[in-house]
């Protein structure tokens, strides 16, 4: 049983990683399947506890989220939020017990991979039948038409932008024609998908990440002058990207509007009542309302009373039709700090800029994409309210860290 406990091990996490993916519902089933691997590993000596200092951190996050709730006057939002910390012990604690044996990580990525690719596979099919049943309605190609069977699209284009990472790796790498090929096309579905998905700080995101991954290719094996006209070259392709599709140009269009109408009187931006209010221009109500709310309560309202506290503060704005919709703040880093102050939050930024040093300082590259893109996607969404948000993080962060880890330890014991 020893000899073939690696296995096992390995086996357990790829279906970790790929099955909460495909099956959400089924995490916490998954989660304890790898724990009672975990455990027998222990108990065959072939795990060993050595958890990173970072896991201290997201350990203590937890109770220090729970102090936040003792006040709450809402035990259900309380509740369902604790609910979500839970990940915040529940990772940490399965991979503070690093593997002494080697574990191939390309395993688990291309288990992520499959499972990626899987999901997607089904969002197109599921997008033609929706299509032909609905009078040929586009609208079913798009957004959450798309993606909801599984995920919210900010989320998915996070696991696609991680994708697109993981094929860019394996492109640099020496291997056979057909795979490069096929590589190439996986990254360029990936990227394709963003078109559908329709979210923007997801394809802002993903602009990033392929701006800094070829540049710095092209830096490294053609020099400045290829870089300066691919740079030219991939600015204009996108322009017109953009400009071909008519939802995206739309929704960045609107987005400048709004900015620019807030940023001339954003007193009566906020305080003026509108019918329909979409998108971004919901945001920046949510952002400045949570902002003053964060300034009347430095230490926060406590977990479960941001709702309350959110539809009073817009009631008092006049926006009735979005006081009625119980909406959160739609930027992590507000949403902490509404409910657990400033402590809260400089504590979330803390972990996640811990994170993406030790990522660059141990060349765990993986680790700081994750991060950046935790970090980012944060500003337009309460990622950690989600299941979706929280899990892709955590997950990848814990097993990142913890095999950066048992590198440096078998090393040592070697």
């Not at 006081?323 to 809260?344: D, F, R, S």
């Not at 950046?372 to 996607?377: D, G, I, S, V």
Request: charged share 10%; net charge positive; proline share 4%.
């Amino acid at each position: 049983m020893k000899a073939k406990y690696p296995l096992l091990y390995e086996w357990t996490l790829v279906l970790l990683v790929a099955g909460w993916m495909v099956f959400p519902n089924l995490t916490g089933l998954f989660c304890i399947l790898f724990l009672g691997v975990v455990v027998l590993g222990v108990f065959l000596k072939e795990l060993v506890f050595r958890p990173p200092g970072i896991f201290w951190g997201m350990w203590l996050f937890f109770p220090c989220y729970l102090l936040y709730s003792f006040n709450t006057s809402n035990t259900g939002d309380a509740l369902f939020g604790l609910e979500k910390k839970l990940s915040f012990v529940i990772f940490p604690l399965i991979f503070a017990f690093i593997p002494r044996f080697k574990v191939r990580i390309t395993r688990i990525e291309n288990g992520f991979l499959l499972a990626l690719f899987a999901i997607l596979g089904i969002c197109y099919g599921n997008a033609l039948i929706a299509y032909q049943e609905n009078q040929h309605d586009a609208a079913f190609w798009y957004s959450s038409h798309f993606s909801g069977l599984f995920h919210h699209p900010t989320y998915l284009s996070m696991y696609c932008a991680a994708g697109v990472y993981l094929l860019f790796t394996r492109l640099q790498q020496p291997s056979t024609l057909n795979l490069r090929l096929m590589f190439a096309l996986g990254m360029g579905c990936l990227i394709y998908t963003h078109w559908h998905l329709e979210s923007l700080s997801g394809l802002l995101f993903l602009i990033l990440l392929c701006a800094v991954l070829f540049s710095m290719h092209l830096l490294k094996t053609k020099g400045w002058k290829v870089l300066l006209l691919f740079g030219g070259i991939g600015t204009l392709c996108l322009v017109l990207f953009v400009l071909s599709v008519p939802s995206l140009q739309r929704n960045l269009s609107d987005s400048v509007g709004f900015v620019r109408n807030y940023w001339k009187d954003p007193y009566t931006y906020t305080h003026t009542p509108r019918g329909e209010i979409r998108g971004n221009d919901v945001r920046l109500i949510l952002w400045t309302a949570s902002a003053e709310i964060l300034r009347e309560h430095p230490n926060g309202v406590g977990v479960g009373n941001l709702p309350v506290a959110m539809e009073a503060k817009l009631h008092e704005y006049g926006q009735v039709n979005l006081a009625k919709e119980g909406l959160n703040p739609h930027n992590q880093y507000l949403h902490t700090a509404v409910e657990t102050g400033w402590i809260g939050m400089l504590w979330m930024i803390g972990l996640l800029v811990a994170l993406v040093v030790y990522g660059w300082r141990n060349k765990a590259y993986l680790l700081v994409l994750v991060s950046c893109c935790f970090a980012f996607n944060g500003l337009f969404e309460s990622v950690l309210e989600r299941q979706s948000g929280i899990v892709f993080w955590l997950l990848w962060s814990c097993l990142l860290l913890a095999f950066t880890q048992a590198l440096k330890f078998q090393q040592h014991e070697a």
